[in-house]
T-cell receptor, first 115, second 116 residues
Framework: DTGVSQDPRHKITKRGQNVTFRCDPI?????LYWYRQTLGQGPEFLTY????????KSRLLSDRFSAERPKGSFSTLEIQRTEQGDSAMYLC?????????????FGPGTRLTVL | AQKITQTQPGMFVQEKEAVTLDCTYD???????LFWYKQPSSGEMIFLIY??????QNATEGRYSLNFQKARKSANLVISASQLGDSAMYFC?????????????FGRGTSLIVHP
């Protein structure tokens, strides 16, 4: 399978715990994006990497959120001291640097439930 | 102000009929791109079609076409010959060129149900 993969697909945690999600983009894509999606909403941008550099961060990304892409390949998104409001689907997408319109290819998402 | 507005929370269509999903956008950029994505119940966002602001012709991809009316700032998705597998959420998105950002803004989506 050469698409974007995310792990885990589902995560249930207790409030206050830390969680980490992983995203493996399409191998030749150097751009990687994280989004959060809550019920009844479209994806909301969280952060964006070009290779290993984190180029943009949304105001939605509080201090409890951190993302890394250490070698410009896979990325991790960590949420510290989770809150019930963090419950959402976390989507990862990748895109190539070149291309006609740079559409993003999405992974299946990680659904987080904070109890 | 909302950058992407999808006014139809839900749409129903008979199998084999055509359906139009509405999308209006707000930007002061001259250069921008418009996208439509499909999200089935499995959760994965699937790219359907793209329209650039300078493209003179409406984009088409198989059964999908984008009715682009630049003066009205609308980018409606037309699905011809609906199939049961088209039942899903549909999201319109816009990427503006200003600032060199590659981050699209998504609308709230429209739920499409195709009846047999």
């Amino acid at each position: 399978d050469t698409g974007v993969s995310q792990d885990p697909r589902h995560k249930i945690t207790k409030r206050g715990q830390n969680v980490t999600f992983r995203c493996d983009p399409i191998s030749e894509h150097n751009r990687l994006y994280w989004y959060r999606q809550t019920l009844g909403q479209g994806p909301e941008f969280l952060t964006y990497f070009q290779n290993e550099a984190q180029l943009e961060k949304s105001r939605l990304l509080s201090d409890r959120f951190s993302a890394e892409r250490p070698k410009g390949s896979f990325s991790t998104l960590e949420i510290q001291r989770t809150e019930q409001g963090d419950s959402a689907m976390y989507l990862c997408a990748s895109s190539p640097q070149t291309g006609h319109h740079n559409e993003q290819f999405f992974g299946p998402g990680t659904r987080l439930t904070v109890l | 102000a909302q950058k992407i507005t999808q006014t139809q929370p839900g749409m129903f269509v008979q199998e084999k009929e055509a359906v139009t999903l509405d999308c209006t956008y707000d930007t002061s950029d001259q250069s921008y791109g418009l996208f439509w994505y499909k999200q089935p119940s499995s959760g994965e966002m699937i790219f359907l079609i793209y329209q650039g602001s300078y493209d003179e012709q409406n984009a088409t991809e198989g059964r999908y076409s984008l009715n682009f009316q630049k003066a009205r700032k609308s980018a409606n998705l037309v699905i011809s010959a609906s199939q049961l597998g088209d039942s899903a959420m549909y999201f319109c998105a816009m990427r503006e060129a200003s600032g060199g950002s590659y981050i699209p803004t998504f609308g709230r989506g429209t739920s499409l149900i195709v009846h047999p």
